[in-house]
């Protein structure tokens, strides 16, 4: 009789949403009698959660899966998945089946609450298994048991989808129309995780401005409502939410998080381009004029805010003067962190086909001299946070080096001498050593420390992801009579 496979790892691509969305893999996972595990090689099930924003990203995950196969070879009862936005796609999903005979199950981002289905489906049928359905699971992936790794930290999906259709995005197609989750719901499942001793919430959508929910009574509930409800909880915690779009930001939002006391006032504001020509091909609905007003709306009103952006270059039909543009927006904008990311080619999207595509030289130039100006404009922001104390809320701990690592209100991370015990605490920290764009700090209060009781928070784990090379041939050498993978037999009709 076959014995239940006991160890699971799951390798997560992407953003925020797809951390979280493995936090739900996770779940069903321990459900069915599933443990967590750190090392590919002594997993009984491995399941890659995948991005396809960019063409890089993909070639990552493809890699990966290539080194499984030394692992299932050497362990041919091992299970692999593959799941999110690349399997959502039909051709990737077909693709993966093809070029990858022992994976066992692909499927796509609306089936991740069908998961455990598919898992009982391939065990007792013992063939593999492809399905991405177009159909929508939210309420049911509403329901499922959440295994959270990320520390103090929770994520809460106010909603799923995206209608935006950014003309070089593919994440409408691979996650689908925008549904925005019933208010009580999102306030019930935050109240339970403060009461469960989480210390920074932060709220996920693709475009959060455009959350449109519903109160109990049925009468629609804005974003600006629904921070206002969030931010009247009882309890010491902050708020944050990713992304914000430009057009939508509102003023009553801006208002609601400049008389919070919760909100944190680092605000992620992607400008992509400071072009309004390129803006207008992108397809997304602002112009310059209204992101800088933007920026001077949240200054004037929040005198500590802190913005970050995201930023594309090489954009089809990008001109110099429009990448001079962006340089420009980057400079007036003052981010405390700049993601610029080089234009990538997504299959299905309207930019695809865009005449005036730009070189791969060319890009690589503009991204490089986008990450000298970053680094410039980082660097002389980060210069005047010395001396400066914050409050920082303890996010980790490296324990061998004696050291904390923490956030501050701006999201801008801190490191500096402490003990396990502070973690999840608020702590004051004084900046005393700046070095490029990385603060180092230390306790105003030394004392404090000792009074902090120590809590169970279960901290992201670093991950031996696929033990590469030598690791892999050893195993090889050490199986010598698997000469074949076992489930390529199986899948031979
Ligand atoms: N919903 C969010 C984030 C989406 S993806 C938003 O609207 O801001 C995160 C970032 O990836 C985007 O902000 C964009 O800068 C970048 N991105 C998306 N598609 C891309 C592509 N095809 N090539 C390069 N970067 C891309
Ligand atoms: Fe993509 Fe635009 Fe939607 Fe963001 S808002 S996910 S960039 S389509
Ligand atoms: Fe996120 Fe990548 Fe999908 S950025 S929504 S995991 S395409």
């Not at 409502?225 to 779009?245: A, W």
């Not at 005036?356 to 680094?375: A, F, M, V």
Request: with cysteine; aromatic share 8%.
């Amino acid at each position: 009789m076959e014995t239940l496979p006991k160890k699971y790892l799951i390798l997560t691509y992407g953003c925020q949403m797809n951390v979280h969305e493995s936090e739900k893999l996770a779940g069903i996972l321990e459900d069915n009698g599933y443990l967590p595990c750190t090392d590919a090689t002594q997993a009984d099930i491995v399941v890659f959660n995948t991005c396809a924003i960019r063409e890089n990203a993909e070639q990552k995950i493809f890699g990966n899966i290539g080194e499984l196969k030394n692992i299932k070879l050497a362990n041919p009862n091992m299970l692999i998945a593959v799941g999110g936005c690349m399997s959502q796609q039909k051709n990737y999903a077909d693709e993966i089946m093809k070029r990858y005979p022992y994976v066992d199950i692909v499927f796509g981002t609306h089936n991740l609450a069908d998961f455990e289905n598919l898992l009982k489906k391939r065990k007792e049928t013992g063939k593999r298994i492809s399905e991405t359905t177009e159909d929508e699971t939210i309420a049911l992936r509403d329901k499922l048991n959440i295994s959270r790794t990320s520390g103090v930290n929770a994520w809460v999906n106010i909603m799923y989808g995206c209608n935006n259709f950014c003309t070089y995005c593919i994440v409408p197609y691979v996650r689908g129309r925008e549904i925005s989750r019933p208010e009580v719901d999102i306030i019930s499942e935050i109240k339970k995780l403060l009461s469960e001793g989480y210390k920074q919430i932060t709220l996920l959508g693709q475009n959060v401005n455009s959350y449109s929910g519903k109160d109990e009574e049925g009468k629609e509930v804005s974003f600006a409502k629904l921070l206002f409800d969030i931010d009247n909880l009882d309890g010491k915690f902050r708020i944050r939410f990713m992304t914000s779009h430009p057009r939508d930001l509102s003023s009553d939002v801006i208002d609601v998080i400049a008389n919070s006391k919760h909100i944190c006032h680092g605000i992620h504001l992607p400008v992509q381009s400071g072009s309004d020509r390129v803006l207008k091909s992108m397809n997304r609905h602002y112009d310059i004029k209204r992101y800088n007003s933007l920026v001077d709306e949240i200054r004037a009103k929040i005198s500590d805010s802190e913005l970050t952006t995201d930023i594309i270059v090489g954009f089809p039909g990008e001109t110099e003067e429009d990448f001079k543009a962006t340089l420009d927006v980057m400079r007036k904008a003052e981010y405390m962190q700049i993601f610029g990311f080089i234009y990538s080619k997504r299959k299905g999207t309207p930019a695809e086909k865009m005449e005036n595509q730009i070189d791969k030289k060319t890009k690589k130039e503009r991204l490089s001299r986008l990450l000298t100006l970053k680094n410039d404009i980082i660097n002389a922001k980060t210069a005047k946070m010395l001396n400066q104390t914050y409050e920082v809320l303890v996010e980790s701990v490296d324990e061998q080096k004696g050291l904390l690592y923490g956030s501050l209100d701006s999201g801008k991370t801190i490191s500096f001498k402490g003990t396990k015990n502070c973690l999840g605490e608020f702590v004051m920290v004084k900046v005393i050593q700046v070095k490029k764009s990385v603060i180092y700090g230390e306790l105003v209060d030394n004392t404090a420390m000792k009074t902090f009781k120590e809590k169970n928070y279960k901290l992201p784990v670093e991950v031996s992801i696929l033990p590469s090379g030598e690791k892999n041939m050893k195993i090889l050498r050490e199986n010598k009579q698997n000469k074949k993978l076992e489930c390529d037999k199986k899948s031979k009709k």
